[in-house]
Nanobody, 125 residues
């Protein structure tokens, strides 16, 4: 069966960095666009960053542009999110997801089929 397992979350102070990883099994990783989403308490899940099958095309939400970097290693079936200059507004549960659609200007939850269980990121001021 398909499994997406996130890791790398934790608690950091404002200005700090974290690197999230998502290891995928049970599907042909190369065939899927991948994305990172987050959900804070009381808020809807939002797309943070998405990356196309080849890794050549990426999308970032305005709130994370210049601070977060998404990447993938297709040989290792792994997705990454490097998060720098974290601030308290980045506090949320972060989820990775796999989907077959790609949009250059959006990262929509409805385009993604498989989801991980999430990893918590907490940023204190």
């Amino acid at each position: 069966q398909v499994q997406l397992v996130e890791s790398g979350g934790g608690s950091v102070q404002a200005g700090g960095s974290l690197r999230l990883s998502c290891t995928v099994s049970g599907l042909n990783f190369d065939d899927y666009a991948m994305g990172w989403f987050r959900q804070a308490p009381g808020k809807e899940r939002e797309g943070v960053s998405c990356i196309r099958w080849s890794g050549r095309n990426t999308y970032y939400a305005d709130s994370v542009k210049g601070r977060f970097t998404i990447s993938r290693d297709n040989a290792k079936n792994t997705l990454y999110l490097q998060m720098n200059s974290l601030n308290p507004e980045d506090t949320a549960m972060y989820y990775c997801a796999a989907g077959t659609a790609w949009r250059p200007a959006a990262c929509l939850t409805s385009d993604f089929v498989y989801w991980g269980q999430g990893t918590q990121v907490t940023v204190s001021s």
